[in-house]
């Protein structure tokens, strides 16, 4: 497809318009201009992995993205993980988003935790690499350390990619690293290994729970035009995928919060149509 104006590197992760099937996130990427889709596996296994590369192969869209593989600590992550890739392949992605996980229930071993999720990574990482797919550790905000990810810190991130190599990179998303005080220094590190840039805003108050509190770009606390500069700078030139988890967007019908991704990203980021 030709992308609207201006939109040439934006993407729409499917979790923003939690709502929609696939086929409906599929068509409004095509009627909004936006070329590129991030896919959750969610919203894939409804379709069937066939159908869903069909779908987004028919439409001309470029998959940024799969999300998620992860959870090293899950029973059967191995396997879960292994299918993850192959989806990934399979749907035409060169990039498999990792969300590590958090600690084992009843367990407040976090080094534990950390080195099950470094030895699910290496073992993961060759069988990733022959299927073509690149592995991209994502860090999450501390506050779902317990949860979610036991990696906190770009730092770590690249730490762990470091040490699995096979083309083990990591994700910058701006909702989880923003307030890191080296990330400046951790973004330039990660040169080359940058497989996936995400954004969207943090809003105040946060809700109960935490998990909804990102907001359309622009409407919280985030600096997105420059950390969008340091992964420029870095050599990023892939897309920037927009990933929102809020009620309100959710509930928002999907060709209006399309029309404000589009105008956010050509209005706050600044990219050429804008």
């Not at 600096?223 to 340091?230: H, Q, S, V, Y």
Request: aromatic share 6%; proline share 5%; charged share 20%.
């Amino acid at each position: 497809m030709t992308p609207a104006p201006g939109l040439d590197k934006l993407s729409l992760n499917t979790a923003t318009t939690k709502n929609w099937t696939l086929a409906e996130a599929v068509s409004g990427c095509v009627t909004a201009g936006i070329p590129g889709i991030g896919l959750w596996r969610e919203r894939v296994a409804e379709a069937g992995v066939e159908r869903a590369a069909k779908l987004v192969r028919s439409a001309g869209l470029t998959v940024t993205s799969l999300c998620r593989g992860g959870f090293f600590h899950a029973p059967g992550a191995l396997e879960d993980n292994r299918r993850a890739v192959e989806e990934a392949a399979a749907l035409g992605t060169d990039t498999l988003v990792l969300v590590c996980g958090g600690l084992p229930d009843g367990s407040r071993d976090l080094p534990a935790a950390r080195r099950t999720v470094a030895d699910g990574i290496a073992e993961l990482a060759p069988y990733a690499e022959a299927h073509g797919v690149k592995l991209a550790i994502e860090p999450l905000h501390p506050m779902f350390c317990a949860d979610r990810a036991v990696v906190s810190t770009l730092g770590q991130a690249l730490d762990l990619a470091n040490a699995a190599g096979h083309g083990t990179g990591v994700v910058v998303d701006a909702y989880h690293v923003w307030w890191d005080p080296q990330l400046e220094a951790q973004i330039a590190r990660a040169s080359g290994r940058i497989h996936a840039f995400q954004v969207c805003d943090w809003l105040l108050p946060l809700p109960a729970g935490a998990l909804l509190g990102r907001g359309h770009v622009g409407d919280g606390s985030i600096d997105i035009p420059r950390i969008a500069g340091l992964v420029a700078a870095a050599g990023y030139d892939g897309f920037t995928e927009v990933e929102i988890f809020h009620q309100e967007v959710w509930d928002t019908p999907g060709e209006q919060t399309l029309r404000t991704l589009v105008e956010r990203h050509r209005g706050v980021l600044g990219g050429p149509g804008s």
